[in-house]
């Protein structure tokens, strides 16, 4: 049990860059973003292209693709996006639901149905071993330090800076905003772009832990709103604390029976969601 919950926490870290992208656009502009997962997926398929054009790895490879994500963000978010956000929240979900069937068909003709992997060699399978029998793999414990390293940039730009406040400023009131001369188009551009950032992030280390096919973003989605749902709209912390919940019940479900791992999380997203529905850590609207 002691394994199971320090792979759990480690499985949370993946998550937790799953769920932050996530977080960052429903946070701003309270969208469901359906394509979600599908941007992950995406993202992984970027890093293996850029990767084989550069005749390099994944990780010379990440900087271009995190760069290209984020351009890809804000245009997508000022040019498409922007137009259907208002008070009916089902617009941007047809759209984004669109959005995701447009990924999936396109990756498919490109890359076919074949399972790819993002390859770093020997670092893959590498492990430290901590007594007990215990090993702690060093891809995990990279990922689950990254996805520290995101969670506290993200909390300092929202809660210290000028952007961070023009952030919180239009998740509040956007008509406010705009009275007081503030783009609220391009505050959402902007957090479209940090999303689609952290996005090419999480595909990288995605794409790395396991083989990937063009219709596994659903499943990445569920995990990412299923973290956002447990933590609420509190802080990053509390994603990446919500993240690890799920990372940990799914490994503990997993060493009971290997059929119950992703159940087990699903339980756990379940009794969050009836106990205390905005979430564990969601600060208080008052």
């Known amino acids: 049990m002691l394994n199971a919950l320090l792979q759990g926490i480690l499985l949370g870290g993946l998550y937790a860059l799953f769920a932050m992208g996530l977080a960052v656009i429903y946070g701003v502009m309270r969208l469901v973003n359906i394509a979600h997962g599908d941007l992950i997926v995406l993202a992984a398929y970027a890093t293996l292209s850029v990767a084989a054009l550069l005749h390099a790895g994944p990780f010379v490879a990440i900087p271009i ?125 902007a957090a479209a772009a940090i999303s689609f950032a952290v996005v090419a992030i999480a595909g990288l280390f995605m794409g790395i832990k396991t083989t990937f096919t063009p219709d596994l973003g659903p499943n990445f989605l569920l995990y990412a709103f299923e973290a956002v749902v447990i933590s609420g709209l509190g802080s990053f912390w509390g994603t990446f604390v919500g993240a690890i919940l799920l990372g940990v019940a799914q490994s503990i479900g997993f060493a009971i029976n290997p059929g119950w791992g992703i159940l087990a999380g699903h339980f756990v997203f379940l009794a969050v969601l009836l106990w205390r529905p905005t979430g564990l850590f969601a600060r208080s609207a008052a």
């Open 65 to 189: 693709v995190i760069a290209g994500f984020a351009v890809l963000g804000y245009v997508m978010q000022r040019g498409l996006l922007n137009r259907v956000l208002g008070a009916d929240v089902l617009p941007p979900l047809v759209v984004t639901y669109g959005l995701s069937l447009v990924i999936q068909n396109v990756l498919l003709q490109a890359y076919s149905a074949d399972a790819r992997s993002l390859d770093v060699g020997g670092l893959a399978t590498a492990s430290l071993h901590v007594g007990g029998g215990i090993a702690l793999g060093v891809m995990p414990l990279l990922v689950f330090g990254v996805a520290l390293a995101v969670a506290a940039v993200l909390e300092y730009v929202f809660g210290h800076t000028r952007l961070g406040m023009a952030f919180r400023a239009t998740a509040d009131d956007r008509a406010t905003v705009r009275l007081l001369g503030l783009d609220d188009g391009g505050v959402y551009a």
